[in-house]
């Protein structure tokens, strides 16, 4: 079936250590969206990528589409303690549906 | 604007009661959804509705049942919960399907249940 899978599934760095969190998927996927839980939170959308090889940069986050559109990733350079969470990636199928990640919980030792 | 409200926030259930988890948006959004997350799952789509009067399934849709009267609101329903049904659920909304998929969906604070 139709299903993203998402690496790490934990993550523990030093501040201001890098992190990458990927996604892939057997299938094409239409677009990828990724999501930051705090802990205790809900879910908070963060972005969209459509295009294949796409990449979009937020301050210190790098999200990547894949020239593919099966794989995409999450990278957090100089990471702080307000980067903790998880992150989701959703991906969209072409018959609509979307699929989440089982998501990257993200800690940060100060 | 409060959002999307998810009562109550936290909630124990003896197996075979019934309960209705409720969400309400006040942001005129037309598409509503239900999700479970679960350890190591992530979020699991349950039902939807994509205006007043009009549900379907997700992808685990067994032991729940939803409803939509009204814009606002998309209760959720446990006729008889299992402690399978343990779980964080959130709601989420947006102005469209295709609103969310490009903009992303706005989710609840959610609501933990425990069935004992």
């Known amino acids: 079936g139709q299903q993203v899978m998402q690496i790490p599934q934990y993550q523990h760095v030093q501040e201001g250590e890098d992190f990458t969190t990927y996604c892939n998927s057997s299938?094409?996927?239409?677009?990828i969206q990724w999501y930051k839980q705090r802990p205790g939170g809900h879910p908070v959308f963060l972005i969209q990528l459509v295009k294949s090889g796409e990449v979009k940069k937020q301050k210190r986050l790098t999200f990547q589409f894949g020239e593919a559109k099966k794989n995409s990733s999450l990278h957090i350079t100089a990471t702080q303690t307000t980067d903790v969470g998880t992150y989701f990636c959703a991906g969209l199928y072409n018959n609509n549906d979307m699929r989440f990640g089982a998501g990257t919980r993200l800690t940060v030792k100060p | 604007n409060a959002g999307v409200t998810q009562t109550p926030k936290f909630q124990v259930l003896k197996t075979g009661q019934s309960m209705t988890l409720q969400c309400a948006q006040d942001?005129?959004?037309?598409?509503m959804s239900w999700y479970r997350q679960d350890p190591g799952m992530g979020l699991r789509l349950i039902h939807y509705s994509v205006g007043a009067g009009i549900t379907d399934q997700g992808e685990v849709p067994n032991g729940y049942n939803v409803s939509r009267s009204t814009t606002e609101d998309f209760p959720l329903r446990l006729l008889s919960a299992a402690p399978s049904q343990t779980s964080v659920y959130f709601c989420a909304s947006s102005y469209s399907f295709w609103t969310g998929t490009n903009y992303g969906y706005t989710f609840g604070s959610g609501t933990r249940l425990t069935v004992v």
């Open positions: 942001m005129n959004h037309e598409y």
């Open positions: 299938t094409t996927l239409s677009n």
